[in-house]
């Protein structure tokens, strides 16, 4: 009886980690779509970066030059 009662707790442990792993997953997803909007390219050097929240003036890290929104670029 204590072998299945076991056996039946990591089964229940195997499905809660697996519905957790899945929910990770999915929600990495849905962190890259919302993200991708704040991806801003240079128009001087043509780097690629996040800008960061609220920023209403956002700037090349790497030649300071004044940047635009990734999407309304394209
Ligand atoms: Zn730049």
Redesign the pocket.
Known sequence: MADWLLGYTILILAIAFGGYALNILREKKIAWALSRPRLAR??????VYMIERFTLNPH??????R?TNFITQN
């Open positions: 240079c128009p001087k050097c043509r780097h090349c890290p790497n030649c300071n030059a940047t």
